[in-house]
């Protein structure tokens, strides 16, 4: 379980850990008549991941002729060093560390969005009686350590005056001044995470998902380097990838509890709790929705979602100047693989 920040720091370092990996390369590889691609995705193996990860286990990329190996995130991971390098083929990374990456020099092609609603949020007391950001006006609100300029972001994209709502600073994993009523709220929270953590204390809470309000990003989103992309055999392989990994979700879709479980029985990684992994698949499941996903298919990319990225990264003050999208997303490999309609 983590929280994910709006702004990405130090994203261009510990790549080196991994380049000893046997067999990752700069483009595709073949061998038995199998491609072999490495793929970094966007954190460690729970629910989150187990699109890829149970399309590896079912055999789906292998019977679309793809020998695939899934780099699980961490720390000394950095998506964005590692395709940029050509360690990876693919990465998974959210569009603030993708759009960093473009204004250092980089080059990339995004062809693919995991969620249609940023999952970070603020969690608030139920009690409190906060259900929408104006009802913040004459309330407490416990502000993570680094997460002022996005909460000042917020109130001002949605007309609250940051003068009438009062705040205190909290440490990035502080639960415990919301759970005593010393706060009405706290922000930035990961919608799958604090809010059970409170419950389960016996306190009842309203979750406000910063993407409902002005602040949305299509996290996890699937992105090769430009150059990669621009040979016709390459694409050709991503649309074996896309379809393999689309076929993998189909159950979470239908059933995340039992994906959930699936996750946990499977010992991944050491550490997850079955009630958080079931909490946050059945809670993740509505993230990944969204009208364009039920007419489209899911994965779709919003290019009005990037665009609201975009801004934001700029007026946050984390970057300077807008990165042109001209160019950056694609439709063209989901419109290959016949994504599948939730």
Known sequence: MRLRTF???????GAALLSSIPGIGADTAHAAGMTKLHVVLGY????????PEYALK???YKAEGLDVTLIPAGQGVDQIQMVAAGIAQIGIANPEQILAGIGQGEKFKVFAGQFQTQPIAMTCRKDSGVTKPADLVGKT?????????YFKLFLSKNGVPADKVKTTTIGPNDVSLL???RIACEITTFAFNEPLIVQQAGVPTTVLPLGDYGLNSQVDSFFVKDAFFAKPENQAVLVKFLRATAKGWVSFYQDPKAAANWIIDGNFVDGLDRTQQIFQAEQQVKFMKSPLTAEKGIFWLDPSIWAETDANLVAAGVNKSLVPLNGLLTTSILEQSDMPKF
């Open 7 to 13: 702004w990405m720091k130090s994203l261009l370092a």
């Open 179 to 181: 759970i005593a009523g």
């Open 58 to 60: 079912q055999g789906y």
């Open 44 to 51: 460690i193996p729970d629910v989150e991941m187990y699109g």
């Open 141 to 149: 609100v416990g502000v993570k350590v680094n997460a002022d300029p």
